[in-house]
C-alpha cells in the first residue's frame, strides 16, 4: 500500500517571499503521479501542480514548482513570491499510474498555510 | 468553478439514520469517486465507479455504498450513521485515468 507523509501542520510565510512545504511517500510501484492540492476555507480541492514519475524534470505551474527526488520518494512544493490569496491547506497526493488501476488519490494529511501580510 | 456539484451542502442527521449524498459530474467525465475528510485530515478514499461499476473500494465498511447512473452522476448512501462519519464528503469527477475535478462537498453532522 502507499503512504504519504505530510509532517509539518503548519507554516507560515511572509507576502512576497518563498516557502516550501514538504513531503514523502512510499512505494513499491515504479510508475505513478504526484499532486498538491490546495484546500481553501472554501472547502474545494483545486489541482495546483502534478508530476509524473517516470519524468525528471521538475514541474513548474507560474509561481508553484516542485523539487521531485525519485530515490529519495520526497516531492517538495515551493511557492514563490507568496500572496495572501495562497492561504490555505496543501495536500500532498500520491496516484498509481500502473496499467489498469483505478484512479484512487492517496493523500497526506495536509499542512496548513497562513501568509502574513 | 470546476462543473463538479454536490448536494446537500450541509445537513445534520442523527445516529442511527441513514444518509444519501448527490453528486453531477462533469460533462463527459465517466468516473467519479467519493472521499471521506474528517475534520484537519486528508481524504481519504471510500470508492470509485467507472461506467456505472465499482470499480476500486477504501477501507469503509459495507454500510457506505454508491451508485453511478447512465448520466455519470452518483450518489453516496451511508445507512446506520454513526457519530464518527460526521466529515465532509467530497466528490471527484474526470474521464478515466485522466485529472480529477473536485465538488466543494458535503458537510455532514450527526449527532
Known amino acids: 500500500a502507499q503512504t504519504v507523509t505530510q509532517s509539518q501542520p503548519e507554516m507560515s510565510v511572509q507576502e512576497a517571499e518563498t516557502v516550501t512545504l514538504s513531503c514523502t511517500y512510499d512505494t513499491s510501484e515504479s510508475d505513478y503521479y504526484l499532486f498538491w492540492y490546495k484546500q481553501p476555507p472554501s472547502r474545494q480541492m483545486i489541482l495546483v501542480i502534478r508530476q509524473e514519475a517516470y519524468k525528471q524534470q521538475n514541474a513548474t505551474e507560474n509561481r508553484f514548482s516542485v523539487n521531485f527526488q525519485k530515490a529519495a520518494k520526497s516531492f517538495s512544493l515551493k511557492i514563490s513570491d507568496s500572496q495572501l490569496g495562497d492561504a490555505a491547506m496543501y495536500f500532498c497526493?500520491?496516484?498509481?499510474?500502473?496499467?489498469?488501476?483505478?484512479?484512487?488519490?492517496?493523500f497526506g494529511k495536509g499542512i496548513t498555510l497562513s501568509v502574513r501580510p | 468553478e470546476t462543473g463538479v456539484t454536490q448536494s446537500p451542502t450541509h445537513l445534520i442527521k442523527t445516529r442511527g439514520q441513514q444518509v444519501t449524498l448527490r453528486c453531477s459530474s462533469q460533462s463527459g467525465h465517466n468516473t467519479v469517486s467519493w472521499y471521506q475528510q474528517a475534520l484537519g485530515q486528508g481524504p481519504q478514499f471510500i470508492f470509485q465507479?467507472?461506467?456505472?461499476?465499482?470499480?476500486g473500494r477504501g477501507n469503509f465498511p459495507p454500510r457506505f455504498s454508491g451508485l453511478q447512473f447512465p448520466n455519470y452522476s452518483s450518489e453516496l448512501n451511508v445507512n446506520a450513521l454513526e457519530l464518527d462519519d460526521s466529515a465532509l464528503y467530497l466528490c471527484?469527477?474526470?474521464?478515466?485515468?485522466?485529472?480529477?475535478?473536485f465538488g466543494q462537498g458535503t458537510r455532514l453532522t450527526v449527532v
Open positions: 497526493a500520491y496516484r498509481s499510474a500502473r496499467v489498469g488501476a483505478n484512479s484512487k488519490l492517496t
Open positions: 465507479y467507472y461506467r456505472e461499476e465499482e470499480n
Open positions: 471527484a469527477s474526470s474521464p478515466w485515468g485522466l485529472e480529477a475535478f
